[in-house]
C-alpha cells in the first residue's frame, strides 16, 4: 500500500478517491482510500493519491470491489435453453454414430463455440460480473467426460484466459445415465480411461480418440480436473481418485462436502459450491443445509459460488446467494472472497480478483453493500476501462418509452 502516489497519468488513466475499497484479499477493507488505474492496471492504493491528467472520479464513500465471478456455467454458449440453435454446451453424439463408438470426448472444448456477442452478458456485467467460467454440461445421450472449459472476460473478447482450461467430469447422481447406472461404472470408466491415456499403445477398441488421449494425458500430469460431484461418499471418492492420479481436483455442487470439509482442508481443495441449495432434491444431496458455506469456511476450505440452476442466465446474483451465506454465518470477507479471488485462483487467474496494486482494474463501484440485494453497480470497470450500461433490454426500454 502507498501512501501518497504522485505520477504522471495518461489520457486513460484513472483516480478513485475516498472508496470504501474491499480488497478481497489480506488486507481487508481499507476506507477513505484511493485507487490509481495506469495502463489497465492498479498502479497505487492509498490516501491522496496525485495523478496529472487523470480521470477523477469521487466515490464519496461508496463501496469499490473487485470484478465479480459469474460462476461456473454456459454463459455465451447457451442463450434460449429451449432453442437448439443457441445451446453448445455439450457433446451429444448424433443417432447416425454406433453406440459407443467414440463417445468419450475430453477434447470437447467449449471455448470454439463461445459467443462473446451474446445478448446474456452485458446482463450479467452491468450488475458487477467481469469474469466467468463457461463450462460443458453432461446431459442424456452425452459422455462421463463433460470436455474442457476456461474463464472468459465479459468484455467482448472472444479466447478464455490463458491457464484457465479446465477438465469437466460428472460424477454421481447425474453421470448415471451416461454410465450404465452405476457409480462404480463410472470410476471403472475413469480409470481405465486415464490407464487408455498414458499407454504408449492403444488398440482400436479403446474408449478415447487419439486426440482425446493427448488431451487426458496433459491432465493425468497435474492439471486441473472439476468434478461435478454432490454426495459425499462419492466426493470421497473422488478426492481418492485423484490423489492417486496426480490431478487438481476442484468440486462442483458439493452440497455434502461439510461432511468431508476437515480432509477438503487438508487438501486445499476449493469446492464452488451453490449456498442457496437447502433441501434434498435427490439421494445425493440428503445433507443439503444452508450452513454448509460457513462449515466449509471456518474449516479452512477454499470456497467459491456458483448458482446450479440456470445459472448462465443468472451469473448477476451470485452476489445475492453469498449475501444469503453472510445472513446464516459466513464471515462478510469470505463471501466477497469466494466470488472475487478464491474462484480466479481456483482456475487460474494470478492477476485479477483482488484490489492489489499490478493486478489488473477490474473493479466495480457499487451504491452500498456488495452483498445486499438492492444495491446496485454503479460503474463497472475491466482493464480500467468504463463498461457500458446499456443491454438489450434497456434498448427495447428506451425504444418502447418514446
Not at 14 to 32: E, F, M, P, R
Not at 37 to 50: C, E, S, T, Y
Not at 147 to 167: I, K, P, V, Y
Amino acid at each position: 500500500m502507498a501512501g501518497a502516489w504522485v505520477g504522471q497519468a495518461g489520457a486513460a488513466d484513472v483516480l478513485i478517491q475516498n472508496a470504501t475499497v474491499h480488497t478481497a484479499s489480506s488486507a481487508g477493507t481499507l476506507t477513505d482510500t484511493d485507487v490509481l488505474i495506469h495502463n489497465g492496471r492498479i498502479a497505487a492504493i492509498g490516501k491522496d493519491l496525485v495523478a496529472a491528467n487523470a480521470e477523477i472520479v469521487d466515490a464519496k464513500g461508496k463501496p469499490l470491489s473487485p470484478g465479480l465471478f459469474g460462476g461456473v456455467n454456459a454463459l455465451g454458449i447457451e442463450d434460449v435453453s429451449l432453442e437448439i440453435g443457441t445451446v453448445d454446451s455439450a457433446y451429444t453424439p448424433s443417432a447416425t454414430v454406433p453406440a459407443g463408438e467414440q463417445e468419450y470426448r475430453p477434447e470437447f472444448n467449449v471455448a470454439d463455440a463461445y459467443n462473446p456477442e451474446s445478448v446474456v452478458i452485458p446482463v450479467q456485467r452491468v450488475e458487477g460480473v467481469t469474469f466467468d467460467v463457461v463450462a460443458p454440461n453432461s446431459l442424456p445421450g452425452g459422455t462421463l467426460f463433460s470436455g474442457l472449459g476456461g474463464a472468459a472476460l465479459l468484455d467482448g473478447r472472444s479466447q478464455f484466459l490463458s491457464n484457465s482450461e479446465t477438465l469437466f467430469i460428472a460424477f454421481g447422481t447425474g453421470a448415471s445415465p451416461l454410465t450404465g447406472n452405476s457409480r462404480a461404472a463410472q470410476l471403472m470408466l475413469l480409470r481405465e480411461a486415464f490407464v487408455e491415456a498414458k499407454a504408449p499403445a492403444v488398440t482400436d477398441n479403446g474408449l478415447l480418440t487419439a486426440q482425446g488421449r493427448a488431451t487426458l494425458r496433459r491432465y493425468a500430469d497435474g492439471g486441473r480436473v472439476a468434478f461435478n460431484v454432490n454426495r459425499a461418499i462419492d466426493i470421497s471418492r473422488v478426492l481418492d481418485f485423484a490423489k492417486t492420479q496426480g490431478i487438481k481436483p476442484v468440486i462442483i455442487g458439493g452440497i455434502e462436502s461439510w461432511q468431508l470439509r476437515d480432509r477438503l482442508a487438508a487438501e486445499k481443495v476449493t469446492v464452488v459450491l451453490d449456498p442457496l441449495v437447502n433441501l434434498p432434491n435427490d439421494f445425493d444431496s440428503l445433507g443439503a443445509s444452508l450452513e454448509t458455506a460457513n462449515w466449509l469456511n471456518q474449516a479452512g476450505v477454499p470456497l467459491a459460488f456458483y448458482l446450479s440452476g440456470d445459472a448462465a442466465h443468472n451469473a448477476r446474483k451470485v452476489r445475492q446467494a453469498a449475501g444469503n451465506a453472510v445472513a446464516h454465518g459466513l464471515d462478510w470477507q469470505a463471501g466477497l472472497r469466494a466470488i472475487t479471488s478464491v474462484p480466479a485462483r481456483t482456475f487460474g487467474i494470478t492477476d485479477r480478483g483482488e484490489i492489489a496494486v499490478g493486478q489488473f482494474a477490474d473493479l466495480v463501484l457499487w451504491t452500498g453493500d456488495p452483498l445486499e440485494v438492492t444495491t446496485l453497480a454503479e460503474t463497472v470497470w475491466i482493464e480500467g476501462k468504463a463498461q457500458s450500461p446499456r443491454t438489450h433490454q434497456t434498448e427495447l426500454r428506451d425504444r418502447y418509452k418514446r
